[in-house]
């Protein structure tokens, strides 16, 4: 359901959304419900977001198959820096964690030194 890249798949002429003309704003599949909001995460187009049928998810039919990008394609060029950002996001979320338990540390150090010097000014 996400496989292609094209720059639409709703056959509209480019001049604006494809979903622009419809009442409430939001496509109807072709079983005739509201059309769902998903978001890709194919290798070819990861988060890319379309619009898709709300039954695709459903274990007994993968409903209507209706598909439609609501954006243009990002290119290659996205696709490839896509990868190396999320191995950034994972470094900095790493280095997060560490600088959080290293501050931790140093309050228990902390604290431990005021209660020391409170028993020395007690005495």
């Not at 890709?40 to 977001?49: L, M």
């Amino acid at each position: 359901m996400v496989a292609g890249g094209g720059e639409d798949s709703c056959g509209f002429d480019g001049g604006g959304p494809p979903w622009r003309n419809s009442l409430q704003g939001h496509p109807h599949c072709y079983c005739g419900d509201l059309a769902y909001v998903w978001t890709s995460s194919s290798r070819a187009n990861p988060g890319r977001r379309f619009f898709g049928c709300p039954h695709y998810e459903n274990d007994e039919s993968r409903g209507c198959d209706y598909f439609c990008w609501i954006d243009k394609s990002h290119g290659k060029r996205s696709t490839d820096a896509t990868p190396g950002l999320r191995n950034q996001i994972k470094i900095f979320e790493e280095d997060k964690k560490r600088n959080e338990n290293v501050i931790r540390k140093l309050i228990f150090i902390i604290f431990i030194c005021l209660l020391i010097i409170v028993q020395l000014i007690l005495r």
